[in-house]
């Protein structure tokens, strides 16, 4: 791979590797990923349109 | 009696029939008209073409579900829309054409152009699976011929040969980037699971100018006290698997082991490949439209590129000028009221991504992305209108311009339930609205991004929620689009 890209780029640092896959952490934050989404596909689904209004 | 007739039976023509069906009343009919036998979640298709998932896990056949719902089905691709119907007959109706040449004409009081994408492999000299050098996983078939060649690659690499994998897109026009960057890193991920991964050079090939781009203009994030673009996300996550990339890349043409590209400075390259998965520029299906008299249409019901007009602005103008109320909001027809698109159907005003072109005048930039939750949200919006409008309102009653709406997005990064990762994002709105969001044009409290084994998790619970919602299983209507 080209070292010239990699020198530049932003590396996690390994308690950020860690974290990707360490359960507790993760289940907290398949809960707060979930509402997160939850929060825009609710406002996403107000599609009825109000007069007077573009 | 209101007649509905839906083309198309994928994510946005099966959302839009299936809801019709439920609001309209048992006198009312609702027909979908769609060449394929099988109803394909497409999201999926990235598991099937790395061998972890067989196509029957992401596919099934539509008649039996129709059938139970009350859904006429007419297995054949519409070719002709006759808006004002014929010399006799006021009646509007389409021509479609089944797959032994027979025709025939579904008559409609409205209809819901939901035919999605052309595939369109020929824009690109040797680009696709049937008559070309690269592998494509757009559709079932396509996606299990592409795991079959990764088997073959894998026993290569297990015998010590070394081999090169170039994933990403064939033309400089392309879409649905964020499709092939999930192919990439589960792939990454499944030589690494294969144990063959120090025998891999894998390299990613793109129209985006920067990485993250994904047709979007790419996001800002706040992490950590800045907000930052997503290039930097992406970057990051290919240095750390070994993936290098090129940016900025028009295929001109696909050897059988390398393809000739130019980039955005006019330089012409050569990558070598010995497995490449490249997504093919999409384009309309090519209907044709005729008036009352017989005379042809199709260019005020489609544009150029034979997406569908629908309510949006498509006055050409320099990007700087480019607004969120471009959009359409209600995807009806200008020309005819009874006429909506939804899904990929509709004609998009302008692009997201700035739009570049080399030196040597070739268009080197990403069509907008209208896919997944976005599709599905303005299916949903044009049944409701077009079942008030069956009721009588004069005008549609619902809006989903993509300029208003959010989606929320999950790339799957390695599948499996300990150590595979996901890519979770929501980006609020899909389209940049500067005026409303300056200055990166979205909410940066609703754009967020993450990387972890939660994705892949949520990844796993949409696959199933979606097929069992596909399926109109007890309950299909709680589960949002």
Same mark, same amino acid.
């Given at each position: 791979?080209?070292?010239?890209?990699?020198?530049?780029?932003?590396?996690?640092?390994?308690?950020?590797?860690?974290?990707?896959?360490?359960?507790?952490?993760?289940?907290?934050?398949?809960?707060?990923?979930?509402?997160?989404?939850?929060?825009?596909?609710?406002?996403?689904?107000?599609?009825?349109?109000?007069?007077?209004?573009? | 009696?209101?007649?509905?007739?839906?083309?198309?039976?994928?994510?946005?023509?099966?959302?839009?029939?299936?809801?019709?069906?439920?609001?309209?009343?048992?006198?009312?009919?609702?027909?979908?008209?769609?060449?394929?036998?099988?109803?394909?979640?497409?999201?999926?298709?990235?598991?099937?073409?790395?061998?972890?998932?067989?196509?029957?896990?992401?596919? %099934? &056949?539509?008649?039996?579900?129709?059938?139970?719902?009350?859904?006429?089905?007419?297995?054949?691709?519409?070719?002709?829309?006759?808006?004002?119907?014929?010399?006799?007959?006021?009646?509007?109706?389409?021509?479609?054409? %089944?797959?032994?040449?027979?025709?025939?004409?579904?008559?409609?009081?409205?209809?819901?152009?939901?035919?999605?994408?052309?595939?369109?492999?020929?824009?690109?000299?040797?680009?696709?699976?049937?008559?070309?050098?690269?592998?494509?996983?757009?559709?079932?078939?396509?996606?299990?011929?592409?795991?079959?060649?990764?088997?073959?690659?894998?026993?290569?690499?297990?015998?010590?040969?070394?081999?090169?994998?170039?994933?990403?897109?064939?033309?400089?026009?392309?879409?649905?980037?964020?499709?092939?960057?999930?192919?990439?890193?589960?792939?990454?991920?499944?030589?690494?699971?294969?144990?063959?991964?120090?025998?891999?050079?894998?390299?990613?090939?793109?129209?985006?100018?920067?990485?993250?781009?994904?047709?979007?203009?790419?996001?800002?994030?706040?992490?950590?006290?800045?907000?930052?673009?997503?290039?930097?996300?992406?970057?990051?996550?290919?240095?750390?698997?070994?993936?290098?990339?090129?940016?900025?890349?028009?295929?001109?043409?696909?050897?059988?082991?390398?393809?000739?590209?130019?980039?955005?400075?006019?330089?012409?390259?050569?990558?070598?490949?010995?497995?490449?998965?490249?997504?093919? $520029?999409?384009?309309?299906?090519?209907?044709?439209?005729?008036?009352?008299?017989?005379?042809?249409?199709?260019?005020?019901?489609?544009? $150029?590129?034979?997406?569908?007009?629908?309510?949006?602005?498509?006055?050409?103008?320099?990007?700087?000028?480019?607004?969120?109320?471009?959009?359409?909001?209600?995807?009806?027809?200008?020309?005819?009221?009874?006429?909506?698109?939804?899904?990929?159907?509709?004609?998009?005003?302008?692009?997201?991504?700035?739009?570049?072109?080399?030196?040597?005048?070739?268009?080197?930039?990403?069509?907008? $992305?209208?896919?997944?939750?976005?599709?599905?949200?303005?299916?949903?919006?044009?049944?409701?209108?077009?079942?008030?409008?069956?009721?009588?309102?004069?005008?549609?009653?619902?809006?989903?311009?993509?300029?208003?709406?959010?989606?929320?997005?999950?790339?799957?990064?390695?599948?499996? &339930?300990?150590?595979?990762?996901?890519?979770?994002?929501?980006? %609020?709105?899909?389209? &940049?609205?500067?005026?409303?969001? $300056?200055?990166?044009?979205?909410?940066?409290?609703?754009?967020?991004?993450?990387?972890?084994?939660?994705?892949?998790?949520?990844?796993?619970?949409?696959?199933?929620?979606?097929?069992?919602?596909?399926?109109?299983?007890?309950?299909?209507?709680?589960?949002?689009?």
């Amino acid at each position: 791979m080209d070292t010239d890209k990699t020198e530049y780029v932003t590396n996690p640092t390994r308690s950020t590797l860690f974290m990707r896959t360490f359960l507790p952490y993760q289940m907290w934050r398949f809960a707060v990923i979930n509402l997160k989404m939850i929060e825009i596909i609710r406002r996403s689904h107000k599609t009825e349109i109000t007069p007077g209004k573009r | 009696m209101t007649n509905v007739v839906v083309l198309g039976a994928g994510i946005a023509g099966h959302t839009a029939a299936a809801f019709a069906r439920s609001w309209l009343g048992r006198d009312d009919t609702v027909t979908v008209v769609s060449p394929r036998p099988d109803y394909n979640w497409v999201p999926s298709n990235i598991w099937v073409g790395v061998g972890l998932m067989k196509p029957s896990k992401v596919t %099934f &056949p539509l008649a039996p579900i129709y059938e139970r719902a009350g859904i006429e089905f007419v297995q054949a691709s519409a070719r002709e829309l006759h808006p004002e119907g014929g010399v006799n007959d006021s009646n509007p109706y389409v021509t479609a054409e %089944f797959a032994d040449g027979r025709r025939t004409d579904v008559r409609y009081d409205f209809l819901i152009n939901a035919t999605g994408p052309a595939l369109r492999f020929d824009k690109t000299p040797g680009l696709g699976p049937d008559d070309g050098h690269s592998l494509s996983v757009c559709l079932p078939d396509h996606a299990a011929q592409s795991a079959a060649r990764l088997d073959e690659e894998v026993e290569r690499m297990r015998r010590g040969e070394r081999r090169k994998f170039l994933v990403g897109v064939g033309h400089g026009t392309c879409t649905c980037e964020g499709a092939a960057f999930e192919y990439i890193v589960n792939l990454e991920f499944e030589l690494r699971n294969r144990g063959v991964r120090d025998k891999a050079d894998i390299t990613w090939i793109t129209n985006e100018y920067e990485l993250g781009d994904f047709g979007m203009g790419g996001m800002h994030l706040k992490r950590a006290g800045y907000i930052t673009p997503s290039s930097v996300f992406n970057a990051s996550l290919f240095a750390e698997r070994g993936i290098d990339w090129i940016t900025r890349a028009h295929i001109h043409q696909v050897e059988a082991d390398r393809v000739l590209y130019e980039t955005l400075d006019g330089a012409r390259h050569e990558q070598e490949f010995d497995f490449a998965m490249l997504l093919p $520029p999409f384009s309309g299906v090519g209907l044709t439209a005729f008036d009352r008299t017989g005379a042809d249409i199709t260019d005020r019901m489609f544009m $150029p590129n034979a997406f569908m007009r629908v309510d949006a602005d498509y006055t050409a103008r320099p990007h700087e000028e480019w607004k969120a109320a471009d959009w359409p909001r209600t995807y009806q027809s200008p020309n005819y009221g009874n006429v909506f698109a939804a899904g990929i159907a509709f004609a998009p005003p302008h692009a997201i991504s700035i739009p570049r072109k080399s030196p040597n005048g070739t268009v080197i930039a990403p069509a907008p $992305p209208r896919t997944g939750m976005p599709s599905a949200m303005i299916a949903k919006a044009v049944a409701h209108s077009v079942v008030d409008m069956a009721g009588g309102a004069r005008e549609p009653t619902h809006a989903a311009s993509m300029a208003e709406m959010g989606a929320a997005c999950v790339a799957s990064a390695g599948a499996n &339930p300990f150590t595979g990762t996901a890519a979770s994002m929501t980006v %609020f709105p899909i389209v &940049p609205d500067y005026e409303r969001f $300056p200055p990166y044009g979205r909410d940066v409290k609703r754009t967020f991004g993450e990387i972890g084994l939660a994705g892949h998790w949520t990844k796993i619970l949409l696959h199933h929620m979606f097929l069992h919602k596909a399926r109109l299983r007890p309950g299909w209507r709680l589960i949002p689009e």
